[in-house]
């Protein structure tokens, strides 16, 4: 029996991969690797500078760090299996490691989208109400914001993932794609999915306008706000708070609308893996970057921790010369 007999009998998956038959893996696997080493460490340093240091105590900061924790999630989801086959000539997914992964980037991506969304309202909250911002964003709101965003990714995960996964798989096994994303599974299917592919449309169409019409209308009390102030020193300060914010939502939804909303048409498989390369391998790197780049508290924590360590590391040494 053939390879491919042996595919069709198997509840296996074969992943394709970015590129099909990469010239130089090797180069192609370092720079996957260096961007995922970036990732993690940007994501899990900006937690941590988060957590230690009492002046980022506050809930947008709060609001970032769970940020950092889905992007930490997001980016292991896809990108350590990625490494993994680039150096194995073994691609294979088992059914269960597919759903694994459908289910989870829905969750993730579903949780991101809701999220960005209500921070803008923190945003709004933070600029146009300044003096009721203790109280309208207080701690069990911060919570419950946290919460709603990770219920709310978690059911489109659960909804979607056991439909998808249900489909009969009757031709080649193999996945055109780095992953097991939605579109490119269902091109296996030998089942008409138009009506389920419809239906998904509309569903990630609804999540992507509920957090927008929040974003929108926050920037928009935003802007009005700010184009009234008298103060330079405020409206500098207002965009310095939200300009990290609007970059990091205009990388993740634009990338968004082209999966989610452009008509097929619009979409060859290429394409589609390397947008999906960008929001799942770049955005998580590049959103705590610009956080601590755009940040002047952010970076002025960062260089309090390495001063400490600095100031402990010097001490260490002249403790051990002194003895010497």
């Not at 921070?119 to 009721?132: I, Q, T």
Request: with cysteine; aromatic share 10%; proline share 4%.
């Amino acid at each position: 029996m053939g390879m491919e007999g042996l595919l069709q009998n198997s509840t296996n998956f074969v992943l394709i991969g970015l590129i099909t038959h990469p010239a130089f893996p090797g180069l192609l696997f370092a720079i996957v690797f260096s961007i995922f080493v970036v990732a993690i460490t940007a994501n899990v340093v900006m937690i941590l500078l988060i957590h230690v240091d009492s002046r980022l105590h506050t809930p947008m900061y709060f609001l970032l760090s769970q940020l950092s924790i889905m992007d930490t999630i997001y980016i292991c989801i896809t990108v350590p299996k990625m490494l993994q086959d680039l150096l194995s000539k073994d691609k294979t997914i088992s059914f269960l490691g597919c759903a694994l992964q459908i289910f989870l980037y829905l969750t993730l991506i579903g949780g991101e989208f809701f999220l960005l969304g209500l921070m803008a309202y923190d945003r709004y909250v933070a600029v146009c109400n300044p003096l009721r911002y203790p109280l309208l964003m207080n701690r069990r709101v911060c919570l419950f914001v946290v919460l709603g965003s990770w219920v709310g990714g978690s059911l489109d995960g659960f909804v979607l993932t056991p439909v998808t996964m249900s489909f009969p798989f009757c031709s080649s096994r193999e996945i055109n794609h780095f992953f097991c994303e939605i579109p490119a599974v269902l091109k296996l299917s030998c089942a008409d999915t138009s009506l389920y592919e419809t239906l998904m449309y509309a569903c990630c169409v609804l999540m992507l306008l509920l957090p927008l019409s929040v974003i929108s209308v926050s920037y928009t009390r935003i802007l009005l706000t700010v184009h009234r102030m008298n103060s330079a020193e405020g409206r500098r300060k207002a965009f310095a708070t939200c300009s990290s914010h609007v970059t990091v939502v205009s990388i993740f939804y634009g990338a968004a609308f082209y999966t989610n909303v452009l008509p097929h048409s619009y979409h060859t498989p290429e394409k589609d893996k390397v947008v999906s390369a960008f929001y799942t391998i770049l955005t998580p790197m590049l959103n705590p970057l610009i956080y601590s780049v755009r940040n002047k508290e952010v970076a002025a924590a960062l260089r309090k921790v390495l001063g400490r360590c600095g100031s402990s590391q010097g001490i260490r040494v002249g403790t051990v010369i002194r003895k010497d």
